[in-house]
Structure formats: structure tokens, C-alpha cells
């Protein structure tokens, strides 16, 4: 499963809370990837990174930040968790040309 | 930005007949396109991919299709299995400003039932 771990893997969270959420990879790639994935919407991009310290958004990153501080770790942080927010959200590392998927996090927000 | 449309949202077949999912594509510049298969509770796992300089790629039961003239991509199944029922994503990658950063759009999914 291409050495790709997220943490937590489940967390029920209350509206106006701040959440962090982590990716971690031991496969040394430069590029990183936060999706969301909801029903009728397949997968879409949060932000991405293509390095450390190097990140940028993607089409749904309103009330999302990240930070890449070492290559090994991606965080995706909801400042002030909305109940809109309640989705799976899986973390992807880019190989040559494919992307690899983790196991991804349930996210609910009360 | 770049749009990819999934068709149908649901398929159904008989076990041992062919499934054929169909994406379109807006972005011309786009030159990588994966199919991912994703079980429930499970993560999307990459079965197949083409890349914009091939027309045609299989992989035993497994084949994508690639129209660049007409922007759109297929997969097909066959010889379908109940094993095969699950979710399946296209996907394209985005080419702007002369790099990608890898960024994939995905297509909306096809809920796959393969009945025995």
C-alpha cells in the first residue's frame, strides 16, 4: 500500500472545533496530495504539496490549510470545523506518474 | 480548469458479460488518464492508466480506450466477475502553465454490480 499511513483514521469532531489531520509516507516522494471524497462527487483536490514548505490549493481548499514542514509528513488542518466538512478524506503521494492512495479518515462534524 | 464527466453512474450486469464506463475530458493539454477501482470502506487502487501517447492498453480481463480527437476515454471489462462489483474513477491530469504538479481530476464514479 505504498507505505502511506494517515492518522487519525476515524474522529467525530463539534462545529468550531480545529481539527488536524496527518499524512505520513516512507517513501521519500516530493509530491502530496489532500482530497475529499463525497457521494456523487468522486474525489476532489484540497491542496496539494510539491515539497517542503511548497504547497498550494486545489478546487475545494476554502476552510482547509496545510503544511508540509518534512517531506515524510503532509497535515491538512480545518481551522473551525462546519458541518459541511463531514466527508472521507484520503491523502495521496505521486509516484512516476500514478498517485497511491492511504487508508483515508472519516471525518464527522456535530 | 479541467472537467471530466463519468458515464453511467450506475452499471449493471450479469456475471460474464462486459462493463464499459465511459469518461469525457476537457482539457486538451491533459496526458495521463488512470482508472482506479475503489471497494467499500476500502481506498481507490489504480487498476489501469494510459498515457495520451497510446491509443489502446490491456491488462488480461482489463482495457482503456483513448480518443484524443474527441476528448474521451473508456474501460472495459470483460468476462465480468462478482469480485469486479465496486466503485470505478476516471481521472485526467491537469497540465497548466506548462507542468501538473501530478494533479489528477476525477470523474464523479460508477457503482459497478456484477450480479452472479
Known amino acids: 500500500d505504498a507505505g502511506i499511513t494517515q492518522s487519525p483514521r476515524h474522529k467525530v469532531t463539534e462545529t468550531g472545533t480545529p481539527v488536524t489531520l496527518r499524512c505520513h509516507q516512507t517513501e521519500n516522494h516530493r509530491y502530496m496530495y489532500w482530497y475529499r471524497q463525497d457521494p456523487g462527487h468522486g474525489l476532489r483536490l484540497i491542496h496539494y504539496?510539491?515539497?517542503?514548505?511548497?504547497?498550494d490549493k486545489g478546487e475545494v481548499s476554502d476552510g482547509y490549510s496545510v503544511s508540509r514542514s518534512k517531506t515524510e509528513d503532509f497535515l491538512l488542518t480545518l481551522e473551525s470545523a462546519t458541518s459541511s466538512q463531514t466527508s472521507v478524506y484520503f491523502c495521496a503521494i505521486r509516484g512516476t506518474d500514478t498517485q497511491y492512495f492511504g487508508p483515508g479518515t472519516r471525518l464527522t462534524v456535530l | 480548469g479541467e472537467n471530466v464527466e463519468q458515464h453511467p453512474s450506475t452499471l449493471s450486469v450479469q456475471e460474464g458479460d462486459s462493463a464499459v464506463i465511459k469518461c469525457t475530458y476537457s482539457d486538451s493539454a491533459s496526458n495521463y488518464f488512470p482508472w482506479y477501482k475503489q471497494e467499500l470502506g476500502k481506498r481507490p487502487q489504480l487498476i489501469i492508466d494510459i498515457r495520451s501517447n497510446v491509443g489502446e492498453k490491456k491488462d488480461q480481463r482489463i482495457a482503456v480506450t483513448l480518443n484524443k480527437t474527441a476528448k474521451h476515454f473508456s474501460l472495459h471489462i470483460t468476462e465480468t466477475q462478482p469480485e469486479d462489483s465496486a466503485v470505478y474513477f476516471c481521472?485526467?491530469?491537469?497540465?497548466?502553465?506548462?507542468?501538473?504538479?501530478?494533479?489528477?481530476?476525477f470523474g464523479q464514479g460508477t457503482i459497478l454490480t456484477v450480479h452472479p
Open positions: 481521472a485526467a491530469r491537469m497540465v497548466s502553465g506548462g507542468t501538473s504538479y501530478g494533479k489528477l481530476t
Open positions: 504539496s510539491y515539497g517542503v514548505k511548497d504547497t
